[in-house]
């Protein structure tokens, strides 16, 4: 029963910047481990960064290593996804997920934003 809110998407033109924000309630939520995905139309789901309960990410995925930056404020109960130098490519829905008991799955899921990136 843990519910997830993005927010942030929109449209920017390449070379800009936006910042993604995941808003997540529930019990015991300010420890979950949390992660940024995404899905671009005709392609399939691939995972972006997560962090872990203790503030320590993970390994960015290649395509956006050295221009997006996760963080989050527990106290705030949210996940930050910092994207700059975005690139045509980078259009896609966004999403973040949950995974309430740190096992590794990701149990739960926010909607989807849509960052579009025009040229």
């Known amino acids: 029963q843990v519910q997830l809110v993005e927010s942030g998407g929109g449209v920017v033109q390449a070379g800009g910047s936006l910042r993604l924000s995941c808003e997540y309630s529930?019990?015991?939520?300010?420890?979950?481990?949390m992660g940024w995905f995404r899905q671009a139309p005709g392609k399939e789901r691939e995972f972006v960064v997560a962090?872990?309960?203790?503030?320590?990410?993970?390994p960015y995925a290649d395509s956006v290593k050295g221009r997006f930056t996760i963080s989050r404020d527990n106290a705030k109960n949210t996940v930050y996804l910092q994207m700059n130098s975005l690139k045509p490519e980078d259009t896609a829905v966004y999403y973040c997920?949950?995974?309430?008991?740190?096992?590794?799955?990701?149990?739960?899921w926010g909607q989807g934003t849509q960052v579009t990136v025009s040229s």
């Open positions: 997920a949950a995974d309430p008991l740190r096992l590794g799955k990701w149990d739960y």
């Open positions: 962090i872990r309960w203790n503030g320590r990410s993970t």
């Open positions: 529930g019990r015991t939520v300010s420890n979950y481990d």
